[in-house]
């Protein structure tokens, strides 16, 4: 599996972004989706993930509310929908698939994408 992130960019607080995350491959309906950030200076961070179905999503505590994952199985496609942004959403967002559904550990996702920076201005 191949995971291609875009969407990143500037944005001002309060404002949105959708970020994408396009897969390549023929197992994507197969792989759980996550996506984790990492700030800048700090460590890589869970954000959000969703199961091989769509049917079930997580959140780390800092974006509930603010943050939706959702995928597209026909486009094997899996989105991040953020809004409310504040300045410490600011940070290279990271898509990854992996085997366990809704695991935040970075080490349970196998293939990961490129990252595409996020920066909210105050």
């Known amino acids: 599996v191949q995971l291609q992130a875009s969407g990143g960019g500037l944005v001002q607080a309060g404002g949105s972004l959708r970020l994408s995350c396009a897969a390549s491959?023929?197992?994507?309906?197969?792989?759980?989706m996550g996506w984790f950030r990492q700030p800048p200076g700090e460590e890589r961070e869970f954000v959000a993930a969703i199961n091989r179905s769509g049917g079930d999503t997580y959140y780390a505590d800092s974006v509930k509310g603010r943050f939706t994952i959702s995928r597209d199985s026909a486009k094997d496609t899996t989105f991040l929908h953020v809004n409310s942004l504040k300045p410490e959403d600011t940070a290279v967002y990271y898509c990854a698939a992996g085997r366990i559904s809704g695991s935040d550990r970075p080490s349970d996702y196998d293939y990961w994408g490129q990252g595409t920076l996020v920066t909210v201005s105050s």
């Open positions: 491959g023929r197992t994507f309906s197969k792989r759980v």
